[in-house]
């Protein structure tokens, strides 16, 4: 079988794909997501597929593996655990006090603990306090998300260090 007559083969069934797709994702736009992501991997692998055989449970399997296997991805980035050390805008408001002035030598401090981390540090620890994440960190530095998230962790032991007067 070509290509092209595989193509059109596997078109045949793109309407009881969606279906399928949609029972598994409840949302049209990720149905479709999966239905394309299904349809590229069976013409990516084509020469695979046992000619004679059911063409039709080879597509759903497909999709069934590619459906859980984006599953297991998106679990596992959810179940990433946050660092506790993190700072937030919540932790330094409970560190913060009514007297302006005294607020004020707060954050003049927090600026000076930033601007004496080493660029290596600061650089990705403002981005992620940005809200970036490790990912897009790693692309704009041009360096591994490892390495993104151990200058993160090394910058933020550093400021807890350097700004431990104001730890309650």
């Not at 409840?26 to 692998?45: E, I, S």
């Not at 998106?74 to 932790?91: A, L, T």
């Not at 990705?124 to 960190?137: A, D, H, L, T, V």
Request: aromatic share 10%.
């Amino acid at each position: 079988m070509t290509q092209y007559e595989f193509s059109q083969n596997i078109s045949l069934y793109s309407g009881a794909l969606r279906s399928h797709a949609l029972k598994f994702t409840n949302d049209h736009d990720d149905a479709n997501d999966l239905l394309q992501d299904t349809l590229v991997k069976a013409t990516r692998f084509a020469s695979k597929f046992d000619e004679g055989t059911n063409i039709k449970g080879w597509l759903f399997v497909i999709m069934r593996n590619t459906f859980i296997n984006t599953y297991r991805k998106h679990q596992r980035h959810r179940d990433h655990v946050v660092q506790v050390e993190e700072i937030s805008s919540v932790q330094l408001g409970g560190s913060a006090t009514l007297n302006q002035a005294e607020s004020k030598f707060a954050m003049e401090d927090i600026k000076n603990a930033l601007k004496r981390l080493p660029k290596a540090y600061s650089v990705p620890f403002i981005r992620y306090f940005e809200g970036y994440k490790y990912q897009e960190i790693a692309l704009e530095l041009d360096i591994p998300v490892g390495t993104v998230k151990t200058h993160i962790h090394q910058a933020r032991q550093l400021l807890k260090k350097q700004l431990k007067q104001y730890k309650k």
